[in-house]
């Protein structure tokens, strides 16, 4: 009931394309969910988040949308950029707890010219 | 500001050596933490401080040890090293829990563990 399942593992995008990655998770007690960007040889940097009591979030170019009914929650790049290429990490947790933080699996994004 | 800093960031062990990796922060954060990052597994906690002078377990804590004496340092130690330990360590530090501007985990780049 603590994991979230990420996917998918990999994901190759033309530039200029729509980059989507899912998440979903089992514990109805999570509020506070997270994506992280990897750059390769860097840490996991936060990129946005999203609380449950709105549907949709948008920062720039990066979107998350959530479904709290079938608890799962998206990232979507729109225009997709090679500078984007790096892995995304999903997140909950629940009230902030960052000692609590389940992370997904990860997906790696590869962005083509 | 340099963040989080983590040393060293590469090692090569024998299987039963020790050793230490130092993770230091400047930005007076309260929490640390320390994950092991493994490929098609995602991050996992191994321990977490949520203060000077404490330490707590993680998800997957055997086999390794903690400190903070300090309130900008987290240590994590390897006793005796296995194989099993091969990863890629991240420490990681925040301002507290429980509140939407201080939720933020701030990373350092890593330090990659080989053990032979």
């Known amino acids: 009931q603590q994991q979230v399942k990420q996917s998918p593992q990999s994901l190759i995008v033309q530039k200029g394309g729509i980059s989507i990655i899912n998440c979903a998770y089992e514990?109805?007690?999570?509020?506070?969910f997270p994506w992280y960007q990897q750059f390769p040889g860097k840490g996991p940097a936060l990129l946005i988040a999203i609380r449950p009591d709105v549907s949709e979030k948008k920062e720039g170019r990066f979107t998350i949308s959530f479904n709290k009914s079938a608890k799962q929650f998206s990232l979507h790049i729109m225009d997709s950029q090679p500078g984007d290429s790096a892995t995304y990490f999903c997140a909950a947790s629940q009230s902030y707890n960052t000692d609590k933080l389940i992370f997904g699996t990860g997906t790696r994004l590869q962005v083509f010219p | 500001n340099a963040g989080v800093t983590q040393t060293p960031k590469f090692r090569v062990l024998k299987t039963g050596q020790s050793m230490t990796l130092l993770c230091a922060q400047d930005m007076n954060h309260e929490y640390m933490y320390w994950y092991r990052q493994d490929p098609g597994m995602g991050l996992r906690l191994i321990h977490y401080s949520v203060g000077e002078g404490t330490t707590a377990k993680g998800e997957v804590p055997d086999g390794y040890n903690v400190s903070r004496l300090k309130k900008q340092n987290f240590l994590l130690g390897l006793e005796s090293a296995a194989p099993s330990q091969t990863s890629v360590y991240f420490c990681?530090?925040?301002?507290?829990?429980?509140?939407?501007?201080?939720?933020?985990?701030?990373f350092g780049e890593g330090s990659r563990l080989t053990v032979l």
């Open positions: 514990n109805t007690a999570f509020d506070y």
């Open positions: 990681a530090s925040s301002y507290s829990r429980g509140r939407a501007d201080t939720g933020e985990l701030f």
